[in-house]
């Protein structure tokens, strides 16, 4: 399978309404040519439905949808040329698995020799060789997931859609799955849209993330970027964990409880680096950043915030160790340190008064309310 | 697609109509076909009773002449009357037997898991799957030795057996939806079994109850071989004498009965909404 | 202990039912001087009238099973394929006949099929036929008035196998290439045969102890099994013939049954990729 047989896609105000309730609102997306993209979300977000505008199985209310330069929003699904793999992978249970992948080919009119060539390849690369013969209720669910998955890719298609295809494996199966799917997907080249409501997964997997909720695009980026820099509340909220601390602006500076923070100078997202006096934002902290320290030691070295805090409980996690801590204004905030022996000495005890620093850089500052 | 000019129904016929996104109006055909089907289900069941109205001796639809002398025929007719009553008679001791009898073998088997009450509810059954032929003759030869001819009680007694399984299993299929547990709850309350059994299940599954007391009614007020074969001269059903007088011609007499067998079954079917409180599982999984 | 309520019920369908037909069984081995003999059988094998029976029988059973697969299959599946309720509310319409009395629907195609009946006067009316058809007392008749009462016995099991079929399958097959035409007859029509067989298998039995609608429909024409048993006894008072016949009849019903479970547990497991 060549590189050179993917095809961009690229989204432009498709929307979808049942009755008042808006299931995709003007969603404007491109995916790249080759790119492994995810659709992260919640349920209900929209995440599926939008799939199933780009397999052909909804019809937006208004929209465009491209393949490369085909328009194709109005093109009936068994036309599309697109592989999918469905969450209950919809295995047909008459045929055994050789004929399930075998299926694609005989539509496109291969020949039989050309099609148990082509059907033992897809089965190689899914690793199930020898397995052709086996009807469809005497495998397991991974083995079911590859049969699905060499089905979807035996003829060669420009995109793969994949709906929450691992979500019915048990969570051993479904890390190393992960890892096999972006290695497949790296070896075959074409263009893969994903949906999952695993933020995990979607880091794990993708090049680029669409963080989509209430059918409105939240965030498309990196998973870097996603995690360090999100652009809102719901991002931060929804990926990986996170404390806030409400922040307002004054004298040019951005101050929490009337102290000035020390922020990077790196305009973050859409936040105004020279914000106006009174004008309020929230400052989102992930708890590995911040560092817990003695109370009373001075003031911290340049480029670091100290915020004082009393610490609530300490939780041990096996890995790493989680400080629950409250501020002077009455804000929870988190931070998560790795559980190595040293650490654990060190680590404080309830009631105790620390200082919790984090660094200018590490911090991110975000619209007060997300969009809505 | 559509613009917002169209009218409605052709906007409808545009629309996928399934998954695999084939539109209404390439499946019309289809819509026709089934429609038509559904016609030739509902219009000779319900035809009759119009018709019966029809003045004319060949039942025309719709009646040139609307009159009611087949009912008169009917209602006049000392013969047609008393095979009512028997047929009345028979259903109500029918239903009455039949109910609790099934109602008993469905809780005693339906819940248990030993292999004895599978193979028990097997043979309960067997008399909804023997051609009911075979039950009339083998009935009507033991019933000859014994002198059971041509009674009331041999009458009932064959029907019951015809109606306790369609008892069984609609009781049962209630029982499956309904929660043991409750009358283990009641009985470690202080209740007795049979006390439990009356004051937290069978109120439960009262719909079911009364549906199979229905359709253990209808059964036998509709059931023709059986009565054929074991009820005759003064104890004829209503069922028989139809079917002894269709042999020799079409009386159109018999288009008035059928008006009011439907009636029967209708207001059947009402009481069994009315007294079971109207639950959802129950009679439709009857057959 | 719980299995002792059950007594009651059992005791009554061992008493009227399952002894009773012992009995007549028993009939079967008897030769006409009580001797114990398979006379009867070996009757039915060589006497050609025992042939023709047989034979309207299965010819009829057959003729009525498939217009119910012709007519039911296209029914059920646009029932499978409607939402819930209007589905439900259809069924009440398929389920009409089941709770109509059986003579009631026999006696009211007679009328519609007479000489002089709904049918004729409506298609000599409207032009398609000059002189009025013989649909009563006949095979037409019979098989009209017999597929009316089985349709529902085809309908319920197949609709309840498709809405068992995963829409998935369709799906996938659409989006792997397959036309909506293509990919019915290629996923979906495979996957609802389990189904179809047994329902088909169950109405064929049905249809083989069928006696009220061929008595009345085909005025004497139509001897099946059944028919037959019935006139051995009213007419010949020969039991001996009645109850071999009715080894036969009992002994295919209950083979074909057993056939159609089988096919049930085919299905499930053919279902089970879901």
């Keep these: 399978m060549s590189r050179a047989s993917a095809v961009p896609i690229t989204i432009r105000q498709v929307a979808k309404a049942y009755g008042t309730v808006a299931a995709l609102d003007c969603i404007d997306l491109d995916v790249r040519s080759g790119e492994f993209l995810t659709l992260l979300g919640p349920s209900g977000s929209g995440k599926t439905t939008l799939l ?4 052909g199985f909804i019809r937006p209310d208004q929209g465009s949808l491209r393949f490369g330069d085909q328009e194709v929003i109005r093109l009936a699904p068994h036309k599309r040329d697109i592989g999918m793999v469905f969450q209950n992978y919809a295995l047909f249970p008459h045929l055994d698995v050789a004929a399930n992948v075998a299926y694609p080919l005989k539509l496109r009119g291969v020949s039989a020799a050309d099609c148990a060539r082509r059907v033992t390849q897809a089965l190689q690369t899914v690793k199930l060789e020898g397995l052709g013969t086996r009807r469809v209720h005497e495998l397991s669910g991974g083995q079911r997931q590859r049969v699905a998955l060499a089905r979807a890719i035996v003829f060669e298609p420009r995109i793969l859609l994949m709906d929450e295809p691992l979500s019915a494996l048990d969570k051993q199966l479904r890390e190393s799955m992960q890892i096999e799917l972006r290695h497949l997907h790296d070896q075959l080249g074409m263009t893969t849209v994903y949906v999952t409501h695993d933020q995990r997964e979607a880091l794990t997997m993708s090049d680029r993330v669409a963080v989509i909720a209430g059918g409105r695009l939240m965030q498309v980026d990196t998973p870097r970027m996603l995690y360090d820099r999100p652009g809102n509340r719901f991002v931060a909220e929804f990926i990986g964990e996170s404390s806030f601390l409400e922040v307002t602006a004054s004298g040019g ?66 890995d790493t160790f989680l400080v629950q801590a409250l501020l002077d204004d009455g804000t929870r905030v988190s931070a998560r340190a790795i559980a190595g022996a040293a650490a654990l000495a060190r680590a404080p005890a309830r009631n105790e008064t620390v200082e919790l620093h984090f660094d200018a850089g590490e911090a991110v500052l975000l619209p007060e309310e997300g969009p809505r | 697609m559509s613009g917002p000019g169209t009218p409605g129904p052709q906007r409808w016929l545009d629309r996928p109509a399934s998954a695999t996104q084939i539109t209404h109006r390439a499946r019309l055909w289809l819509y026709a076909l089934a429609g038509a089907v559904l016609a030739f289900l509902i219009v000779p069941t319900l035809i009759v009773v119009p018709m019966s109205f029809s003045a004319s001796q060949y039942l025309e639809f719709p009646p040139r002449q609307w009159s009611l002398r087949w009912y008169e025929n009917y209602f006049s007719s000392a013969t047609w009357m008393d095979a009512t009553a028997t047929s009345f008679k028979a259903a109500a001791w029918t239903a009455l037997l039949a109910t609790p009898l099934g109602t008993l073998a469905a809780y005693g088997l339906s819940p248990s898991r030993l292999r004895a009450a599978r193979a028990l509810q097997v043979l309960l059954i067997t008399p909804m799957i023997v051609p009911v032929i075979l039950i009339a003759v083998a009935v009507f030869y033991v019933y000859v030795k014994v002198k059971l001819n041509n009674s009331l009680a041999g009458l009932v007694l064959a029907h019951t057996m015809l109606a306790v399984p369609i008892v069984m299993i609609v009781v049962a299929s209630a029982l499956k939806s309904f929660d043991m547990n409750q009358e283990m709850v009641a009985r470690s309350l202080g209740a007795s079994r049979p006390r439990a059994f009356l004051t937290v299940t069978l109120p439960q599954i009262r719909f079911a109850v009364v549906s199979a007391a229905v359709l253990s009614f209808l059964t036998s007020f509709d059931e023709v071989i059986l009565a054929l074969f074991v009820s005759g001269g003064a104890n004829s059903t209503l069922t028989r004498q139809m079917f002894l007088a269709l042999r020799d011609q079409i009386d159109p007499t018999i288009a008035a009965i059928s008006s009011i067998m439907i009636l029967v079954t209708t207001l059947m079917f009402v009481v069994a909404q009315v007294f079971g409180g109207g639950g959802n599982a129950g009679n439709r999984d009857a057959n | 202990m719980l299995l002792g309520l059950s007594g009651p019920a059992l005791a009554l369908v061992l008493v009227t039912m399952v002894l009773p037909i012992a009995w007549l069984f028993g009939l079967s081995f008897l030769a006409d001087d009580g001797s114990l003999s398979l006379v009867r059988y070996r009757r039915m094998i060589e006497q050609p009238s025992y042939a023709r029976i047989f034979g309207a029988t299965f010819k009829v059973s057959l003729l009525t099973t498939a217009l119910c697969v012709v007519l039911g299959y296209p029914l059920a599946y646009v029932l499978s394929q409607l939402p819930r309720r209007a589905a439900n509310l259809c069924l009440i319409a398929v389920m009409l006949p089941f709770w109509t009395s059986l003579l009631v629907r026999t006696y009211a195609w007679l009328v519609l099929l007479q000489r002089r009946g709904l049918v004729n006067t409506w298609g000599m009316e409207l032009g398609l036929w000059d002189e009025p058809l013989a649909l009563v007392h006949n095979l037409s008749g019979t098989l009209i008035g017999m597929v009316h009462i089985m349709l529902p016995f085809l309908v319920l099991p197949v609709l309840n196998s498709m809405r068992s ?17 293509r990919a019915f007859w290629s996923v979906f029509f495979p996957m609802s045969l389990p189904g179809l067989f047994a329902g088909s298998l169950l109405v064929f039995v049905i249809c083989l102890g069928f006696y009220v609608t061929p008595a009345v429909l085909g005025g004497g024409k139509i001897v099946m099994v059944s028919n037959q048993i019935a006139n051995d006894i009213e007419l010949f008072f020969n039991w001996g013939a009645a109850s071999s016949l009715g080894v036969v009849l009992l002994v295919s019903t209950m083979a074909l049954l057993w056939l159609a479970s089988r096919l049930t547990r085919l299905e499930q497991l053919l279902g089970a990729s879901r």
Aim: contains cysteine; hydrophobic residues 40%; proline residues 10%.
């Design chain 1, 253 to 318: 500076a951005w101050c929490w409880n009337g102290r000035p923070l020390q922020l990077s100078t790196e305009p973050s997202g859409s936040m105004d680096p020279q914000p106006a006096q009174g004008a309020r934002a929230c400052l989102m902290l992930r708890p590995e950043r911040l560092r817990i320290a003695q109370a009373g030691q001075g003031s911290p070295a340049p480029g670091t915030n100290a915020l004082p805090a009393r610490v609530g409980d300490v939780i041990y996690q096996g």
């Design chain 3, 165 to 181: 079929i995963d829409m998935d399958c369709m799906k996938a097959a659409a989006n792997l290439g397959a036309s909506p035409t």
């Design chain 1, 52 to 55: 199933m505008v780009l397999a």
